[in-house]
Structure formats: C-alpha cells, structure tokens
C-alpha cells in the first residue's frame, strides 16, 4: 500500500509539472500574436515603369558583300583565310596573271614608241605652230591615242586578276584553294562588316503599342557571358503577316560586339508606364484567385484587390488599388488577413 501511494504522489506531481509547462508556452503564444506579425515593408510612390517584353531576333550585317572575280582562270593564291579581318581595297586573291602582265609591258612598249614618233612629228611641223587640233591630229598619226587606250585595256585586264576587299571586314566562306579553277559566276568569299549590324525580329499584333521608331532596345546573346548592347528600331513594317506578327528592324548601336551575321538573339523592349505604384514582387498575394496587397495603418494590415498594368524582371506596375503614398507589406504577408496586427520591421 505504501508503494502504491508514493507512486501515485509522483504522477499526480509530474502531471502538474507538465500542466504548468504547457500554461507557460501558451501564455507565451497568446502574448506573441496579441503584439501582432512581424512583416517587412517598403514605402512606394507614383512613378515611370519599364514594362519589359522579350522576344527572339536573328543578326544581320548591314554591309556583307560576295566577292567575285571578273576575269576567269586558275586561282595563283589566296592571301587571307576565314576569320581573318582585312582592310579596305586590301588583296583578297590573285588569278594567274603571267600573259597579261606580259601584254601590260608590251602595251607600255608600245605607247613609249608612239611618243617618239610623235616628239619627232611635232619637231617637223614646228611646235610654235602646232594648236590644240593640230595635236590631236599629230597623236592619232603618231599612233599616240591608240597605244595609250591598248595600255589601258591592258592594265585593266591585270587587275581584274586581283579580288579586293571593297570595304574594312572580316572574310568568311572562303572555299577555293591555290590551283582551282574559278569563274566569274562563281563567289569567291563572303565579306561582312562586324561594326555594321541590325537585328531583326517579329512582335505579336497585340505588342504593337509597346513599339515605336527611334525606340532603344537591349540585344543580348544566348550565351550568358555575353554582354548586352544597346540598339535602336529603325524600321516598324506596318503590316501584320498571317502569323499575326509584324516585322522590326534595329540597328545595333554599340561596337565590337563580338555579334556575328545570323547569330540567334534575344531582343529586351522597354515600354514606359506612366503615373503608375510600382511594387516589388513579393508584395503580390492571391486571395480568391484575386490579386491582393496589404498595406499596413496604424499597425493593422489592410486588404486590398489591385489591376496589375505591367511586371519586369522584380517589379508590378499598379495601376488601381494603391496610392502613391502607401506603405507595402513585402514579407509575412501570405497567411495575413484583413486587420491583423502587424509589426512592421
């Protein structure tokens, strides 16, 4: 009996212990949500938003030519290679060129022969009466015209041998070697500009507002190394094709992009909003499949349904719901409801 007893004494004890505990954590419970939620927040205001629209573009140079020779022959050499950079009016290739080279020096034989003769017709006729028909006269005579003009040709015929790089670029596409035969319908190699790019790209009938000519655009790679560089639309195609898209073109501003012709891109479009709350993200709750922000007033959090009129990459443009002179709530505002307390951090 005695056994019994002590051993009820120190349950009825331990069970008081265990009351008095969970009292306690209560207490301290009841304490913690009567001071109210701990939330941060962020004071907004009236402001200029950058909507952001994303879409996929293709680079293209401005200035790319295909070279060609004009003359036809066996290719003698190639002076450059694929990637290299040339400069303007720089040799490119040469044809073999060893039979008209020898008419060249021939044809300048030639015209030195008719200038003799024609120092020594002008000596016999007397050069104080010689006038300017007079001399034309003399120097068809003499031979003098016509071996200038075979000169000519000849020269011309030389240099048809040589391709030159008509613009500063960079050569792509070369696929002849030293000792094919190349003719005049065949392109020798692709010359592009890397400093002279645009970017086109399309946009749905519907984003048309958010474009416009002189508008600046951000073109960045796929890559995410690559920087992003800055463009500007130069031409909108006011027309929308069966697609329902509509035509744009950019050229890009920046040089040395590193950007080549055909290169995939991504195109950023930023379409200012006027007179509008911006708030960041986590700002934004769903109540009801409604968008809801909290605000807070004299420590109680206020409900209330906004119109979204726009988001970027952090940001919601408020257009109706909020005023400029709110007080946000950012975080512990997800299980909040109309009137909580709240301690603003």
């Known amino acids: ?7 009820l004494i120190i349950l009825t004890i331990a069970a008081c212990g ?20 701990s939330v941060e927040v962020v004071k907004v205001s009236d402001s200029v938003f950058n909507k952001q629209l994303w879409v996929n573009g293709k680079i293209e140079a401005v200035k790319k030519a295909e070279l060609r020779f004009q003359a036809s022959n066996q290719l003698s050499s190639v002076k450059v290679a ?11 290739g040469v044809l073999e060129n060893s039979l008209l080279k020898n008419n060249m020096q021939k044809a300048t034989i030639e015209l030195q022969k008719a200038q003799n003769k024609l120092a020594a017709e002008k000596i016999n006729y007397g050069k104080q009466n010689i006038t300017p028909s ?45 000792g094919d035969y190349i003719g005049t319908a065949d392109a020798f190699c692709t010359v592009i500009n890397p400093n002279a790019l645009e970017v086109s790209f399309a ?15 951000e073109v960045r790679g796929y890559n995410a190394k690559q920087k992003s560089f800055k463009g500007r639309i130069t031409e909108v195609n006011p027309l929308v094709d069966e697609n329902g898209l509509i035509k744009v073109t950019a050229t890009i501003i920046d040089k040395n992009t590193g950007l080549l012709d055909g290169m995939n891109v991504k ?9 509008v709350v911006i708030i ?4 934004l709750v769903l109540r009801s499949n409604r968008e809801v922000v909290f605000t807070i007033e004299n420590n109680l959090a206020k409900w209330n349904y906004v119109e979204i009129a726009g988001e970027n990459s952090d940001s919601y443009a408020v257009k109706k719901g909020l005023k400029g002179t709110d007080t946000v709530i950012i975080s512990g505002n997800l299980n909040l409801a109309h009137n909580t307390k709240v301690i603003a951090e």
């Open 1 to 7: 009996m005695f056994k019994k007893s002590f051993l």
């Open 18 to 37: 265990k009351e008095n505990k969970t009292s306690q954590e209560e207490e301290i419970q009841l304490k913690v949500v009567s001071k109210g939620t």
């Open 82 to 92: 694929n990637g290299d950079y040339v400069k303007q009016h720089q040799i490119i």
């Open 134 to 178: 007079i001399l034309k006269n003399l120097e068809i005579k003499s031979g003098v015209i016509e071996a200038r003009n075979n000169l000519e040709r000849a020269k011309i015929e030389y240099d048809q041998t040589f391709l030159k790089a008509p613009f500063s670029a960079i050569v792509a596409n070369i696929e002849k070697r030293e």
């Open 203 to 217: 946009v749905l009938e519907n984003e048309y507002q958010f474009i416009a000519k002189n508008q600046e655009v």
């Open 267 to 275: 195109i950023l479009i930023n379409h200012p909003l006027h007179n």
């Open 280 to 283: 960041p993200k986590s700002a």
